[in-house]
């Protein structure tokens, strides 16, 4: 079961990282040509490659009950923040990621940049397509270090997250738009609660507790966490609802 949901977990986590890069590539890619944006997109995947390689033997060699206890408190700070965020926006207190809106903005930051070519390499497409896949890949190679150690399987992370970078280059390849229609709050939902529960689990883990169930315990965090945090996305869309329907000279 843990197998499982580690593998959804490196998925929807890696989806959502490259859905996002997905739109600032396409963005300098369709305005100023794809060839630059390529190499910019070739030398992070390098970057990352040297970044895995310098990374992933050193967690090897931690006690597992150390590496679960860092990795737990890791995972409950991004998970948190993941899930804060899409609480948020669920409820209506913060706009929802508008991948069409963010396009705009990159093909009129690309239209407007001036012509930065030297050996035949457009550098403002090069470098704007590296940023994105490297600071979103890094995300990625983190999720997948982090949970594939702590698990002591990280070529099971890295299916769920190479599954995931293939599906979301061969859409954009396909529709050659951003991925608008994908629900990203929903899948930065579910990242959330799942990162959140594994770093419960692990955490607990490193610190000596022994879940009853073992691996059949995170099902019950999962719950309970999926639970509270869709009980909280009822109460702050209610609150929200009152506060819009009191007039603004009456809140108190």
């Known amino acids: 079961m843990s197998g499982l949901l580690l593998v959804l977990a490196a998925f929807l986590a890696s989806a959502v990282e490259m859905v996002e890069a997905l739109t600032i590539v396409l963005a ?5 040509g794809w060839r630059s944006a ?12 040297i970044l895995i390689a310098a990374l992933g033997p050193g967690l090897s060699v931690i ?8 990795v737990g408190a890791f995972l409950l700070v991004f998970g948190l923040q993941w899930l804060r965020k899409a609480i948020l926006r669920a409820s209506g207190f913060q706009p929802l990621r508008d991948e069409e809106s ?21 550098w403002y497409a090069f470098t704007v397509s590296f940023k994105g896949v490297f600071l979103e890949g ?29 599906l979301v280059a061969v859409a954009g390849l396909v529709v050659r738009q ?24 692990w955490g607990g883990e490193g610190v000596g507790v022994e879940w009853p169930g073992a691996d059949g315990a995170l099902l019950a965090i999962l719950a309970f966490i999926a639970l509270s945090s869709v009980t909280l996305v ?19």
């Open 138 to 166: 890094t995300e990625v190679a983190f999720i997948v270090l982090t949970f594939g150690s702590a698990q002591r399987n990280i070529p099971l992370a890295a299916l769920g997250a190479v599954a995931a970078i293939i």
């Open 28 to 32: 300098v890619g369709v305005t100023r």
């Open 102 to 122: 963010l396009y705009r903005k990159g093909l009129e930051g690309a239209r407007e940049a001036g012509a930065l070519s030297l050996q035949g390499v457009d």
């Open 234 to 252: 009822k109460w702050l869309s209610h609150y929200r609802a009152r506060l819009t329907a009191v007039p603004a000279g009456t809140r108190g």
């Open 178 to 201: 951003p991925l608008s229609r994908v629900p990203e709050n929903t899948m930065k939902f579910a990242v959330g609660v799942l990162l959140t529960t594994f770093g419960v689990f």
């Open 63 to 70: 006690p597992i009950n150390t590496l679960r206890l860092v």
């Open 38 to 49: 390529q190499l910019g997109i070739a030398a992070a995947l390098g970057a990352l490659a």
